[in-house]
């Protein structure tokens, strides 16, 4: 069922939701950008329609929200573990198609990569409901056609589109039929907006060869990328994580265990006992991002970890591009087997 309202009927219905639901967005943070006078997009939780960006992509995910970049799992004492307590109202999470496709990788990892599903992950997501923004162009650095996560069909409550000052929604929870049905002037059969075309093209490989590890094709990264991990920390399909123990006393027995995101390009991340240490240089941590995002995960689950957001470019300090790394890797890939 889809339907037509205006913002104003759209914010009454968001308050009469927020009695059930938190609702978490993308938000534009004015002069909170990395340089100054600059404005970043990052996820926050909102009460009306003009707080949500919707011209803008996010720079930030919404991973946050089921991952956040500090976490505090439990306390303990010298006998004694409690669990943190947890916000459990339901949240709605508005986010774009890309980053729809990017919650099925969140889960592919937390919940479906082995036997135990991620305990506390598990907790979060079941309280968190989705609402798709539509995309009615691409942005920057955008590669979704070519990775296939430029639309979405199913997965959210309702759709979010705002055409013509109007909002546009695609009801696909029944639940929310009610209240659409209470706000809305229309009644419309409504198909969320998605993009078909990007600027920016990308070739992946079918088959890597093993040799593409002694590649020289790494080696411009040793140099140019400086190892500051905010490719990683925007990505709305990174899911590494640390634990830190925090002590609250000289004896080291109280405290609080948090889980921390962690970044594979970051120095230090493939530290082992003993004083190894798995990838070194800047070069071999490109590598292995890169394989991971359109190689390992395919390997596992069958289709690409990368969802062609864009934002590791968007952000990087070295202009180092994703989509270009991965061209460069189709094109040494091709080049290996013609030797
Ligand atoms: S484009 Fe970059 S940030 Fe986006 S999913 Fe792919 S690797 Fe992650
Ligand atoms: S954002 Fe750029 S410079 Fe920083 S770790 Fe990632 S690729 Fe390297």
Request: proline share 2%; with cysteine.
């Amino acid at each position: 069922m889809g339907y037509i309202m205006s913002q104003e009927s759209f914010d009454a219905m968001l308050d009469e939701l927020s009695s059930t639901y938190r609702i978490w967005a993308p938000v534009n943070k004015v002069g909170e950008g990395r340089h100054t006078d600059t404005d970043v997009v990052r996820y926050d939780f909102v009460s009306w329609v003009k707080e949500i960006e919707w011209e803008k992509k996010s720079d930030y995910a919404f991973k946050e929200i089921l991952t956040p970049l500090s976490q505090t799992l439990f306390f303990f004492t010298e006998d004694e573990v409690k669990e943190a307590n947890r916000d459990v109202k339901d949240v709605l999470v508005f986010l774009r198609s890309c980053d729809m496709h990017a919650l099925k990788r969140q889960d592919d990892i937390y919940l479906h990569n082995g036997k135990e599903r991620d305990y506390f992950y598990d907790q979060m997501r079941q309280h968190v409901h989705f609402v798709l923004m539509g995309c009615s162009h691409s942005y920057q650095e955008c590669f979704c056609v070519d990775m296939g996560s430029n639309q979405t069909k199913d997965g959210y409550v309702f759709s979010f589109d705002i055409i013509d000052g109007n909002i546009h929604s695609d009801v696909k929870d029944e639940t929310f039929n009610n209240v659409f049905k209470k706000y809305a002037g229309q009644e419309k059969d409504v198909t969320p907006q998605y993009v078909t075309e990007n600027d920016v093209h990308v070739t992946i490989p079918n088959e890597i060869p093993l040799s593409i590890y002694k590649s020289d094709m790494w080696d411009e990264y040793k140099t140019r990328c400086i190892g500051c991990g905010r490719c990683n920390f925007v990505c709305p399909t990174c899911t590494c994580y640390t634990m830190q123990d925090i002590y609250y006393t000289d004896n080291g027995k109280v405290g609080e265990r948090r889980r921390v995101c962690a970044s594979c390009m970051v120095d230090g991340y493939t530290n082992v006992a003993g004083g190894g240490q798995y990838r070194r240089d800047q070069g071999e941590r490109m590598r292995f991002k890169v394989l991971h995002k359109v190689y390992d995960h395919r390997q596992r689950f069958g289709y690409d970890m990368c969802v062609g957001c864009g934002r590791c470019t968007n952000v990087c300090p070295e202009y180092i591009s994703m989509a270009a790394a991965i061209n460069k890797l189709n094109k040494t890939v091709e080049e290996l087997k013609n030797e």
